[in-house]
């Protein structure tokens, strides 16, 4: 019923700049959070940012001030702006939203497939 599809990712140099898109479409009533979390190999996943329909943000500690979320409520999209990335940033980067289904007015948790980050010394 719905799909989130995560775009942006690859292979970047330390330092560098990516931006990563999440783009969610469906039976969509309204979507309150979203998020980004990330899980680097052998590790758990983490939270990365989160934003809620009003705009509210939630980073980790460790990444305030390299990383920025924002998102488009009318396209319903979340961006993740990753600035000054470090080799330790290379991860999966999930996209998540809590959406209330058009249909039934149920509301459920979802996540995209990942897309992949890798950064280079």
């Known amino acids: 019923q719905v799909q989130l599809v995560e775009s942006g990712g690859g292979l970047v140099q330390a330092g560098g700049s990516l931006r990563l898109s999440c783009a969610a479409s469906g039976s969509i009533n309204s979507i309150n959070a979203m998020g980004w979390y990330r899980q680097a190999p052998g590790k758990q996943r983490e939270l990365v940012a989160s934003i809620t329909s009003r705009g509210r943000t939630t980073y980790a500690d460790s990444l305030k001030g390299r990383f920025t979320i924002s998102r488009d409520n009318v396209k319903n999209t979340v961006f993740l702006q990753m600035n000054n990335v470090k080799p330790e940033d290379t991860a999966v980067y999930y996209c998540?939203?809590?959406?209330?289904?058009?249909?039934?007015?149920?509301?459920?948790?979802?996540w995209g497939q990942g897309t992949q980050v890798t950064v280079s010394s």
């Open positions: 998540n939203a809590d959406v209330v289904v058009r249909s039934t007015y149920a509301s459920g948790n979802y």
